[in-house]
């Protein structure tokens, strides 16, 4: 287990250093070196992970994964259930909006439009869709949440608000502050599932 460990800890290195160099020094601008000497790993490493930097864009749904778990671990879990679901949004599009770069996020987005096959920001065994469904399902437990609509259906639809606002806001070209749009809509977006 521990083997497993730390090949997850080197790839989520690797994966970190170039979004982080992705967003300081733009896309073009970063190089697989630049890469391996800020993930402090070796080019076997990086190779042994990707073949290519192209393969490294298929990770942002890695790295909101990661901030995720971060993220559910700094929460209160006495939150209401309907305010933590408001919480992850909003530090979630705070953070996109301060460390990815927005002209990267749009092109993304567009890529996953027309690729073939499974899309990253739908795959239902990220942690993303995981959390959110727990938090769902405790929420109707609690009486925070509305019960006549199935966990999924109410899953979904909060997937589907969080890109339409990263969609919009990549649109617009960031003219305006997307946590703070997030912090505005997503309670009226998310108003008919609260109990």
Not at 56 to 63: A, C, D, G, R
Not at 96 to 116: F, G, N, R
Not at 157 to 180: F, H, I, P, T
Request: proline share 1%; charged share 25%.
């Amino acid at each position: 287990m521990e083997k497993q460990t730390e090949k997850k800890s080197i790839k989520n290195r690797i994966v970190s250093a170039a979004w982080q160099l992705f967003y300081e020094k733009g896309y073009n601008g970063t190089t697989v070196d630049d890469i391996i000497e800020l993930s402090g790993t070796s080019k076997g490493s990086f190779y042994y992970y990707f073949n290519t930097k192209d393969e490294l864009l298929n990770t942002l749904s890695l790295i909101l994964d990661d901030y995720y778990e971060e993220l559910e671990a700094k929460m209160d879990p006495e939150m209401n259930s309907f305010f933590k679901l408001l919480y992850l949004n909003c530090e979630m599009h705070t953070m996109m909006e301060e460390k990815i770069s927005i002209d990267l996020l749009a092109s993304l987005y567009s890529t996953q439009l027309v690729a073939e096959g499974q899309s990253h920001l739908l795959d239902r065994n990220r942690n993303y869709y995981k959390l959110i469904t727990k938090i769902v399902e405790e929420g109707q437990k609690r009486g925070q949440i509305r019960t006549d609509v199935a966990v999924s259906q109410i899953t979904k639809y909060y997937a589907m608000c969080e890109r339409a606002l990263v969609s919009d806001w990549c649109l617009n070209k960031g003219e305006y502050s997307l946590g703070q749009y997030s912090k505005e809509c997503m309670p009226i977006m998310m108003e008919h599932f609260k109990a």
